[in-house]
């Protein structure tokens, strides 16, 4: 058949361990499973791949990829079309114009669709595009949807994409009364993708002028609109705000502004065009012809600046943003990580991509490599608490759990908890410095077996024209051995590696600086009781410990 002439396409390490977790998901019946990917990780290409794989080994199959808007359904569309020209794919969507309900791959928009189930012939697998958007309550458009599709295929697959698993204005997708997914089945890390190469670095800068939300009602877990908007809305913030972002960004080409309604995203907007810089504001309001004729002319780089209400925190992909300003303050930790993912995607000339957070996103819910399902859902009823710290060398906001700070190498003091009143005077890093990786997330056991350790020796590994590294060699039960390197000598990411390293086996808090200070202090280390070794990249492995109390600790590293 037409489906099986397709050619395989070329994935990514963490894109393929991806779709691996899912059909592992549903051969162990877990028919409704999430893949949580950061902005700019490649979701399109995910998708498309999905629907290649799964009509290769099922020709007669009918798939179904749903979201929000006519934007993301046409790129989701055109990836597919651009890695197979001949798959038989249609849209079905107002907004596009377009109703072929009889193509075998259906992308489609949830307004359009959600109460046709019946003129349309049944389908096996359900791909949801941004599905943060599903709000709590299953008598949606999605419940109904869905649960109509399944009276029809009782054994329907779904599986729901997106960079935030907790809704914009509530709790996680997986979780409470009328869940329409099992469980999260991957999900990948900002920090790690960052350090691969595959997103943007991401920065930031202390900001003079902060906004005051201390005293904004709250309804539903966030702040009431109208009153936020009241609070941040004033004439002095909005001219001091921007005269700081101008400073900021003037050697940078592309700038979005979260704002925290209508009348501010406008009142910004002529702030920042009184500074001689050309730029528009997009809002729900906006009619859908003059938005295109705006992105457009913001993606050429006509435009320098686009503020914005909401419309752009989701579903926008523009790679050469390279300035976010966060004027909105909010309790959702999914609209936060949405906004910044904006500025993640890489594009030629593109170095980094500044964040300027005037509404103390970063302090409320964490440097964003580290805002993860879980750590999301801890937040919630918990808002007052602060989750990042400034460092006392450079003020840069990082962790609360990171032991050092990658700008400036001072390792803060742990005892002293941070101070609601500190403010940063130079860098305030969105990264924490000390990325948890995938497969702090992701559970191996059941596809990796588990190898005793029978002992383990050190030795310094010696590499000309750079730093000495140390060599850990682990003597497994089967008489072969398992070699890992550790950076101790290194400096920011590596170094924080090895530190973090270095604890989780018991070494304590003053960690050797030298491979010669680790051969001396080897003895404080515990020994593991097993190891489970999975590669995650041509270049890089994944190191699982067990210990003899039960603890385990996983870890990405460079191969030996």
């Not at 960004?249 to 406008?266: I, M, N």
């Not at 077996?449 to 003597?475: A, K, Y």
């Not at 400096?491 to 960690?511: C, H, M, N, S, T």
């Not at 890089?540 to 030996?560: C, K, N």
């Amino acid at each position: 058949m037409r489906a099986l002439e397709a050619p395989p396409m070329e994935l990514r390490p963490y894109q393929r361990a991806s779709l691996d977790a899912l059909a592992a998901a549903w051969a162990r019946g877990q028919d409704a499973g999430l893949i949580v990917l950061p902005t700019g990780a490649g979701k399109s290409l995910v998708i498309a791949a999905l629907v290649r794989e799964t009509l290769a080994a099922n020709p007669g199959h009918r798939i179904v990829v749903v979201t929000h808007t006519r934007e993301l359904i046409a790129q989701n569309h055109r990836e597919l079309l651009s890695l197979w020209p001949e798959a038989p794919a249609g849209i079905y969507s107002a907004g596009l114009g377009r109703r072929d309900g009889g193509a075998q791959v259906l992308f489609c928009g949830i307004q359009s669709i959600w109460n046709r189930t019946l003129a349309l012939d049944p389908f096996d697998v359900v791909v949801v595009d941004e599905a943060h958007l599903i709000p709590r309550d299953a008598e949606t458009r999605y419940g109904r949807f869905l649960a109509a599709l399944k009276v029809a295929r009782p054994a329907l697959r779904v599986v729901g994409l997106t960079a935030t698993p907790y809704r914009l204005d509530s709790g996680r997708l997986d979780e409470g009364a009328g869940r329409l997914f099992d469980g999260i089945v991957y999900e990948a890390n900002v920090g790690d993708l960052i350090h691969q190469g595959y997103l943007a670095p991401l920065i930031s800068k202390a900001t003079t002028t902060t906004l005051d939300v201390a005293h904004v009602p709250r309804r539903g877990g966030d702040y009431i609109p109208s009153a936020l908007e009241a609070a941040v809305n004033q004439d002095w913030i909005t001219r001091a705000a921007v005269e700081e972002m101008v400073g900021y960004g003037t050697g940078r080409r592309a700038w979005l502004a979260f704002c925290a309604g209508v009348a501010h995203a406008q009142a910004v907007c002529d702030a920042i065009r009184v500074e001689g810089y050309s730029c528009e504001t997009i809002s729900g309001e906006t009619p859908k012809r003059a938005r295109d004729r705006i992105v457009r002319a913001f993606r050429a780089g006509e435009v320098r600046c686009l503020t914005s209400v909401g419309v752009l925190a989701t579903g926008f992909n523009v790679p050469e943003v390279d300035l976010v300003a966060l004027l909105r303050p909010t309790q959702s930790t999914g609209l936060y990580v949405q906004q910044v993912g904006r500025a993640l995607r890489r594009a030629s000339g593109k170095r980094d991509a500044l964040i300027l957070d005037y509404a103390g996103l970063v302090r409320m819910h964490g440097p964003v490599d580290i805002v993860t399902s879980h750590s999301a859902a801890a937040i919630r009823g918990r808002e007052s608490e602060v989750r990042a710290k400034p460092c006392p060398g450079c003020g840069a906001l990082i962790a609360l759990n990171a032991s050092t700070c990658e700008a400036c190498w001072v390792e803060p003091d742990t005892e002293t908890g941070p101070s609601h009143e500190a403010s940063a005077d130079d860098a305030h890093p969105i990264l924490s410095g000390m990325a948890p990786t995938w497969q702090d997330v992701v559970t191996w056991q059941d596809v990796v077996t588990w190898q005793d350790v029978v002992d383990w020796s050190f030795r310094p590994r010696g590499r000309p024209g750079l730093t000495d590294e140390l060599e850990v060699v682990f003597h497994l039960g089967d008489s072969r051995n398992h070699r890992i390197v550790v950076g101790l000598e290194q400096a920011g990411y590596p170094r924080e590696k090895a530190v973090q390293w270095w604890r989780q086996l018991g070494g304590g808090r003053d960690v050797p600086m030298t491979v010669a200070e680790a051969m001396d202090q080897q003895h404080a280390l515990t020994c593991p009781q097993a190891i489970q070794v999975r590669a995650s990249g041509r270049l890089t492995e994944a190191v699982s410990y067990r210990f003899a109390d039960g603890r385990t600790f996983s870890d990405t590293r460079r191969v030996a």
